[in-house]
C-alpha cells in the first residue's frame, strides 16, 4: 500500500463540515482543532491529538463531514483512501461489521446533540 503524506500549516483547514468523504487521516504529528458552526461562528468543540484517526466518522458512514478540522500547529498525515480501506473492512466478519455500524450510529446521534 503507497502511502500519501500530507502537510498542513496552522491555520489550514483540512475537513470542512458538511463536505462528502473519500478519505480518512491518520495524524502523525501536530494537533487539530475541531469545529462546529452555530449561529453563524465556529465554536471549538475538540483537539485531535497525534496518534489519532481524522474525519474517521464520514468515512464510514459516507454522510457528510460532521465537523470542520483546522490545523493547530503544522501537522503531517497520512491519508488512507476509500478503496483500499474498504478491502480490508469487507474482509472482516459480519459481527464486527455490525459493531462498527452499531458504534457509528450513536456517535452520530451523540453529536447532533452537542451544544456549542
Known amino acids: 500500500m503507497s502511502a500519501d503524506?500530507?502537510?498542513l500549516k496552522a491555520g489550514e483547514y483540512l475537513i470542512r463540515e458538511g463536505e462528502e468523504s473519500a478519505q480518512m487521516y491518520y495524524?502523525?504529528?501536530g494537533s487539530l482543532a475541531v469545529y462546529k458552526v452555530r449561529g453563524g461562528a465556529e465554536n471549538q468543540i475538540g483537539t485531535?491529538?497525534?496518534?489519532?484517526?481524522?474525519?474517521?466518522m464520514s468515512f464510514l458512514d459516507k454522510e457528510?463531514?460532521?465537523?470542520s478540522v483546522r490545523a493547530i500547529s503544522e501537522?503531517?498525515?497520512l491519508v488512507?483512501?476509500?478503496d483500499k480501506f474498504e478491502k480490508y473492512f469487507n474482509e472482516q466478519p459480519s459481527w464486527y461489521?455490525?459493531?462498527?455500524?452499531?458504534?457509528l450510529e450513536r456517535l452520530r446521534k451523540a453529536n447532533a446533540r452537542i451544544r456549542v
Open 5 to 7: 503524506i500530507i502537510e
Open 64 to 67: 457528510p463531514r460532521s465537523a
Open 48 to 56: 485531535i491529538y497525534s496518534g489519532e484517526l481524522v474525519g474517521e
Open 27 to 29: 495524524l502523525q504529528s
Open 80 to 82: 488512507i483512501p476509500v
Open 97 to 103: 461489521k455490525a459493531l462498527i455500524n452499531t458504534l
Open 75 to 77: 501537522v503531517k498525515l
